[in-house]
């Protein structure tokens, strides 16, 4: 997969380039293109931003920078943009663009983009309803949730099959030595050796912390009879 990031901060991309992510930059299981659409400017000042039409405070940012700097790309893939009026990016938008061989994303700053700058793109997307100096973070996480699918990037292949949200449900609890710490002890069954029974335990706590912390996740659910067995259960526990 490549990824194209139009960006005025393209230094602020450093944390993609270490950890996980980084090493399979070093292996190219993934390709990271920095463009800089200020370089797409025609003035001598390299001017990106201009006064809005109607008057009003803050600066916008021009459609001409952005327009020549992704038409110099010759592999878009799908465009997106950033914005507060975008959809809630999720797991399964990761999940989607994990599958393509191409992806760009525009980095908005200032008060915003020229509105014509949202015809350039198939996507607009928000990670949540809250304000930020720019795109370019929310461009990082969502860069990370989709790159860490794709195959290679992840030392285990059922950890992202594992997580939390890969199946409509948060992640069951986990735990590593010692067994006993200051009294707080590891459930037995993940002692036992059962497989079963672990896998049992596992799929009803992760049903328990979705009801406790994310009930909304449930309404959208299609609970199987087994999980209605659980839910009852847990919320029998809940109860006493």
Not at 196 to 212: F, M, S
């Amino acid at each position: 997969m490549k990824i194209n990031v139009l960006t005025l901060f393209p230094d602020m991309f450093t944390p993609l380039q270490v950890s996980m992510l980084g090493r399979g930059l070093e292996d190219k299981k993934w390709e990271l293109n920095l463009v800089n659409f200020r370089d797409f400017t025609s003035d001598v000042h390299h001017h990106v931003d201009d006064t809005p039409y109607g008057g009003g405070a803050g600066m916008v940012l021009q459609i001409m920078p952005i327009k020549k700097a992704l038409d110099s790309l010759t592999n878009k893939g799908k465009v997106i943009i950033t914005a507060p009026q975008g959809k809630t990016f999720n797991e399964k938008m990761a999940q989607d663009w994990s599958k393509e061989e191409n992806l760009t994303f525009i980095c908005g700053h200032y008060e915003g983009f020229d509105q014509r700058i949202y015809d350039l793109a198939d996507e607009t997307v928000s990670i949540g309803d809250y304000v930020l100096t720019g795109g370019e973070l929310p461009t990082m996480s969502m860069i990370d949730a989709t790159v860490r699918l794709l195959p290679g990037i992840l030392g285990n292949s059922a950890s992202p099959v594992e997580e939390s949200f890969s199946h409509g449900l948060l992640e069951y609890p986990q735990y590593t030595r010692p067994a006993d710490f200051e009294g707080q002890k590891v459930p037995e069954v993940l002692t036992s050796g059962n497989h079963q029974k672990i896998a049992e335990w596992r799929h009803k706590e992760a049903l328990r912390a979705t009801y406790l912390y994310r009930p909304d996740m449930l309404a959208d659910r299609e609970l199987t009879d087994e999980e209605k067995r659980m839910l009852e259960e847990i919320k029998s526990e809940k109860e006493n």
